[in-house]
């Protein structure tokens, strides 16, 4: 028969503009149609005023696009942020851990730039980018983005589709109370998974502090350097990461139990200490999951230095020419 063609995607005359909004800091950076960086990464102060966004990124993304060093015509901007979001709408309904409610983001920064925008929820948009660079049988199944960071987002897939439920809402675990005593989330319920679990819960636990919002906020020191410390052989850094450890066991007990994944792909600051934190997510797994099987799924760690969420950024603008469209 005829020799096969190969086709490959041209990526060295487009662009597309991501950007990851988060509530420590928001992220720009201008990358080829597979996520690739084509330029340096602009970091911004997130603003309290959700008001302030769009004219803060619509002049950082000008400034970026007019530089002489960026080749090719850009396709759009991507949007990934943590929170629920109206992807038919590009609204974001509300965002707990930015303390933002009803914010257009799409129409106001199309008007602003020029480009076609696409807004997604950020773990969202990183198990997209996960499905987007795998495209394999390692697409098949059930597969979960779990980032712990400012908050805990869970990210869902079945079988190459993403789920996003009746309001795309789907995969909202770090919103249920692991205790209803425990802290007070940004959310206005107490004990979630992401009051015991996120970056703000690990800081407030080493330094002693309220873990109720928004007490978290900022924090005195950061993961990385507590688990630095930890590797350096402080005790009292590994008991607070062994604790964090124990309660990110128990949130994904929970995702487990409900989606049974063959794949969990981790991502956020404890994945800095990710050695010394797994032997406990495994041991609290085993005692929490139904069948031996579920606490050895495979966990998939992937370092905040790949830029999960900026990769989902861009394949929210790259992914719906090339896949079906509720993918997309």
Known sequence: GRKPQYLFLETRQRCVVAVDISASRTLVQVSDLLGHPLGPLEELQT????????????????????????????????????????????????????????VSLRDPLQDATGLPVVVENNVKASVLAQLWAVRSTAAEGPVVFVNASDGVGVGIALDGQLVRGARNGAGEFGHIPLSMD???????????????????????????????????????????????RAHDGEAHAIEVLEQTAAYLARGLSMVIKAVQPARIYMSGEITDAWDLVLPTVRRVLRELTLVPEDAEIEIVVVPLAEQPRLRGAAALVTSPAFAAPIVA
């Open 47 to 102: 603003p309290a005023d959700a008001n302030e966004i769009v004219p803060l990124l619509a002049a950082c993304i000008t400034t970026i696009l007019a530089d002489k060093d960026v080749v090719g015509e850009c396709l759009g901007i991507g949007i990934s942020i943590a929170g629920l979001v109206d992807t038919e709408r590009g609204r974001l309904l509300r965002a707990p851990t930015l303390g933002w409610v009803d």
């Open 182 to 228: 425990g802290p007070l989330c940004g959310c206005g319920l107490r004990g979630c998974w992401e009051t015991y679990a996120s970056v703000g819960a690990t800081v407030a636990r080493y330094l002693g502090r309220s873990a109720s919002w928004p007490d978290t906020n900022p924090p005195g020191i950061t993961v990385s350097e507590i688990a630095a």
